[in-house]
C-alpha cells in the first residue's frame, strides 16, 4: 500500500498530473525533472522541499502548503499561488519563468526571486517586506496595495 507521507525522498522525472487518490504531504523531499503541468495538487502539502527543473505550468493549487520551498530552473507559468494555503506560506525561485502567475494577497516576507522572468505576473496587495527581487524581468508586473 502507498503512503501518503513522504519525508527525505529523492523523485526524478515523475509524472505527477493525474489527480491523487487523497491529499500527500511531502517533507524534506528533492524533485529533479517531474511534471506537475496542470496537476491538481489539492490539499497536498510540500514542507522543506527542493524542485529543480519542474515543470509546474497551469498547475492548480487550491489550499496546497508550501511552506518554505525552493525552486530552480522550473517552469511556472501561470500559477495562481494565492490560492495555496496561506499557513506558513515560503518560497523562493532561482532561474524560474513565473510569467502571468498570481500572488494576490500572500505574505511573502524575505521572499527571494533571482533572475526569474515575471511578465504581468500580479502581487496586488502582497506582503513583499524585505523580498528580494536580483535580475528579475519585472515587465508589466502589477505591484498594488
Known amino acids: 500500500m502507498e503512503t501518503n507521507y513522504h519525508e527525505g525522498k529523492t523523485f526524478e522525472q515523475i ?7 487523497a491529499p500527500r504531504s511531502f517533507e524534506d523531499c528533492t524533485f529533479i525533472q517531474c511534471n506537475f503541468e496542470k496537476a ?5 502539502d510540500f514542507m522543506d522541499c527542493q524542485f529543480t ?3 509546474f505550468t497551469m498547475a ?9 520551498n525552493q525552486f530552480k530552473d522550473c517552469k511556472m507559468i501561470g500559477i495562481d499561488f494565492s490560492r495555496c494555503n496561506n499557513f506558513n506560506f515560503a518560497v523562493s525561485f532561482d532561474n524560474c519563468p513565473l510569467d502571468y502567475a498570481s500572488f494576490f494577497q500572500k ?7 533571482t533572475n526569474c522572468q ?5 502581487f496586488t496587495e502582497t506582503d513583499l517586506s524585505a523580498a528580494v527581487f536580483n535580475g528579475c524581468d519585472l515587465r508589466n508586473a502589477v505591484f498594488m496595495l
Open 53 to 55: 527543473g519542474c515543470n
Open 60 to 68: 492548480v493549487m487550491d489550499n496546497t502548503g508550501m511552506k518554505n
Open 15 to 21: 509524472d505527477f498530473t493525474q489527480p491523487a487518490a
Open 40 to 44: 491538481p495538487l489539492l490539499n497536498d
Open 118 to 122: 515575471m511578465r504581468e505576473t500580479d
Open 107 to 113: 505574505k511573502m516576507k524575505k521572499a527571494i526571486f
